[in-house]
Every structure is written in structure tokens, then in C-alpha cells.
């Protein structure tokens, strides 16, 4: 899988396929999982259970962030909506796509950092 947009790709953001633990508050319980993407724009995972599309739901996302030479946790806390569920096949799971429809700038900014490092490191 290239993370490099292609001639076909229709969304803005890059995307980094690497794992994030995310976890997805809904109305009806938590899903705790990581990311098998993510942009700046928003993540997919798997998640246990099938979530509607147009579902708006909050997202904690847990983003390593190196400072003065150290990796800690930047904590970030937004809204979002799903905009995909899919079955994945010959299990319980979903492909779940959620797109951000309610973040800080600055969260935004630390995603994108991280997507744009992670990039990198994968060249």
C-alpha cells in the first residue's frame, strides 16, 4: 500500500497507515481500537461492532509526539462522523472511516505533523 496520493485519490489530506490507539465514544458503548489510518481529516479502524453511517460520535486519539529528543503522548479530543461501516469478511469486525467534523486547529495541526513525520520515516 503507497500512503502517496494517487491521479484516482479524492481526498486532500495524506494519510499514514500506522496504528494510533483511538478510542470511539458512542451512545451505546465505547470501542476501544488503533488506527489503520489516519490524516488529518480523520482515521479508519477496525472496530468490534458496526457503527451507522452519519453516526456523530466523540474520538480520543492517543498521537506520540517527539519533543527535545523524547516521545510522549499528545492526548487529542474531538468530534466526528462516521461516513463508513463495512463488514470485514469471515469475521465480527467493521472497516470504520470517521471523518473529523469538529476539531481544534491546533489538534488538527499536531495530526498532520505526525502523519507528515511518519511519511518520512517510511521513506
Do not use: H, W
Not at 471523518?99 to 502523519?115: K, P, S
Amino acid at each position: 500500500m503507497s500512503a502517496r496520493k494517487t491521479v484516482d485519490e479524492r481526498r486532500r489530506s495524506l494519510r499514514a497507515y500506522t496504528n494510533v490507539p483511538v478510542k470511539i465514544l458512542c451512545d451505546d458503548g465505547d470501542i476501544v481500537t488503533q488506527t489503520v489510518n489516519i490524516s488529518r481529516s480523520g482515521v479508519y479502524c477496525t472496530a468490534n461492532r458496526s457503527v451507522e453511517i452519519m453516526t456523530k460520535l466523540k474520538v480520543c486519539l492517543l498521537i506520540p509526539v517527539k519533543k527535545l529528543g523524547k516521545i510522549s503522548t499528545k492526548k487529542i479530543n474531538c468530534q466526528g462522523i462516521v461516513v463508513r461501516s463495512e463488514p470485514v469478511a469471515g469475521t465480527k469486525n467493521y472497516n470504520i472511516a470517521v471523518f473529523f467534523n469538529d476539531i481544534a486547529q491546533r489538534d488538527a495541526d499536531c495530526i498532520a505533523d505526525y502523519v507528515g513525520s511518519t511519511l518520512e520515516q517510511q521513506k
